[in-house]
């Protein structure tokens, strides 16, 4: 059966370096949850103090309801996937995949048999006697998630197992990843720095920066609705432009850009100043007379949609997304444009806290 993790206030110090500053997550049972940031945030060492890699500092880790801050990582019931799979070279894959059953003594009849069942479910039952330097990068990775959860565990931690794969063989493998946890229905936390991965494969999002929890949702409620203005930009692709707000009635609000050009937007809590707009590249629009002045500089034609990069009257950089189905044709390089905003879902931010003024 799968635990709940209930990580509170969990510290991870190196030194004076604190890598982890007291983390608190709650993660359900059977949960797809992901730790998604950039290198040196903090989701690695996290992910290996749950495994029992890492001492915790400060603060405790929890399978449910019981403390195992001190428990040995053998004694915790978890099944782990490496970046580097960490297959054993002079084993075969059978012989890979039973290594943690023979460790818990399982008969041997038993452990033919669930081997089996485990190749047969990520589709390499045939590759059964093969030595992993006659297998591919994929294939690989296949093994050790056999080997992962061919015993069972109730937590299983996965620390970012698609990194040393092409970008085609990843997008096969988080579906086989996905497919498989939901079959198996076993907790899960994966880490990762790719964006586009989390957002595919998780049920929970955690994002982090500098060892601290940024923001937890669903990959829709992150992607749509970020906190602060890291995650708005960690997760895909945000312009962001200055601002100021004015109150027009309470409630409402009047968000002027460059120009002049301004648009009312409600906001969350009552302010007045300075702020930052983001706008993802799908949120800007053209518009035939009223908007942002700006000029396209580049355009990039990917089938569905046009990428265009657009140079505002002061001199920045917006990314524009356009899609052909709304366009007769690419808007040529030099054309001056103007540029309107999806006002309903444009983010507005403290520009001091960088806290989300909008829903």
Same mark, same amino acid.
């Given at each position: 059966?799968?635990?709940?993790?209930?990580i509170k206030n969990a510290v991870k110090k190196y030194g004076d370096f604190v890598a982890l500053k007291g983390a608190s997550l709650n993660i359900e049972p059977g949960q797809?949850?992901?730790?998604?940031?950039?290198?040196?945030?903090?989701?690695?060492?996290?992910?290996?103090?749950?495994?029992?890699?890492?001492?915790?500092?400060?603060?405790?880790?929890?399978?449910?309801?019981?403390?195992?801050n001190d428990l040995m990582a053998h004694k915790r019931d978890i099944g782990m996937v490496f970046q580097n799979y960490a297959i054993f070279p002079h084993l075969n894959v059978?012989?890979?995949?039973?290594?943690?059953?023979?460790?818990?003594?399982?008969? !041997?009849?038993? *452990?033919?048999?669930? $081997?089996?069942?485990?190749? @047969?479910?990520?589709?390499? /039952?045939?590759? %059964?006697? #093969?030595?992993?330097?006659?297998?591919?990068?994929?294939?690989?990775?296949?093994?050790?998630?056999?080997? !992962?959860?061919? *015993?069972?565990?109730? $937590?299983?931690?996965?620390? @970012?197992?698609?990194?040393? /794969?092409?970008? %085609?063989? #990843?997008?096969?493998?988080?579906?086989?990843?996905?497919?498989?946890?939901?079959?198996?229905?076993?907790?899960?936390?994966?880490?990762?720095?790719?964006?586009?991965?989390?957002?595919?494969?998780?049920?929970?999002?955690?994002?982090?920066?500098?060892?601290?929890?940024?923001?937890?949702?669903?990959?829709?409620?992150?992607?749509?609705?970020?906190?602060?203005?890291?995650?708005?930009?960690?997760?895909?692709?945000?312009?962001?432009?200055?601002?100021?707000?004015?109150?027009?009635?309470?409630?409402?609000?009047?968000?002027?850009?460059?120009?002049?050009?301004?648009?009312?937007?409600?906001?969350?809590?009552?302010?007045?100043?300075?702020?930052?707009?983001?706008?993802?590249?799908?949120?800007?629009?053209?518009?035939?007379?009223?908007?942002?002045?700006?000029?396209?500089?580049?355009?990039?034609?990917?089938?569905?949609?046009?990428?265009?990069?657009?140079?505002?009257?002061?001199?920045?950089?917006?990314?524009?997304?356009?899609?052909?189905?709304?366009?007769?044709?690419?808007?040529?390089?030099?054309?001056?444009?103007?540029l309107n905003f999806d006002s309903s879902v444009v983010g507005i931010y403290d520009s001091q806290s960088e806290e989300a003024l909008t829903w």
């Open positions: 059966m799968s635990h709940a993790v209930v797809f949850f992901t730790l998604l940031g950039p290198s040196g945030c903090g989701k690695t060492t996290l992910l290996r103090m749950i495994a029992g890699f890492n001492t915790v500092d400060g603060g405790e880790i929890c399978f449910d309801e019981k403390v195992i059978g012989e890979n995949v039973a290594y943690g059953l023979k460790a818990r003594r399982v008969s !041997a009849k038993e *452990i033919d048999e669930r $081997v089996d069942k485990a190749l @047969e479910l990520v589709k390499i /039952l045939p590759l %059964k006697n #093969r030595k992993p330097n006659e297998l591919s990068g994929g294939q690989q990775q296949r093994v050790a998630l056999a080997r !992962a959860f061919v *015993i069972e565990p109730s $937590v299983l931690l996965m620390d @970012e197992p698609l990194s040393n /794969l092409d970008a %085609k063989l #990843r997008v096969q493998m988080r579906t086989v990843i996905k497919k498989l946890q939901r079959q198996l229905d076993i907790t899960t936390v994966y880490v990762t720095h790719d964006q586009e991965e989390a957002l595919a494969i998780s049920d929970v999002i955690a994002v982090m920066k500098d060892g601290e929890i940024m923001q937890v949702g669903s990959p829709e409620t992150i992607y749509k609705q970020p906190q602060n203005k890291f995650v708005a930009g960690f997760i895909g692709i945000s312009n962001f432009l200055p601002c100021t707000v004015e109150q027009v009635r309470e409630g409402e609000h009047r968000i002027v850009l460059a120009d002049g050009f301004s648009f009312t937007r409600r906001l969350r809590k009552e302010y007045a100043g300075e702020a930052i707009l983001s706008a993802r590249p799908e949120q800007i629009k053209f518009h035939p007379s009223e908007g942002l002045r700006g000029r396209i500089v580049f355009s990039t034609f990917l089938g569905d949609f046009v990428e265009y990069e657009v140079e505002l009257t002061d001199g920045q950089l917006v990314q524009v997304n356009e899609y052909t189905k709304d366009s007769s044709s690419v808007i040529p390089e030099g054309a001056e444009v103007f």
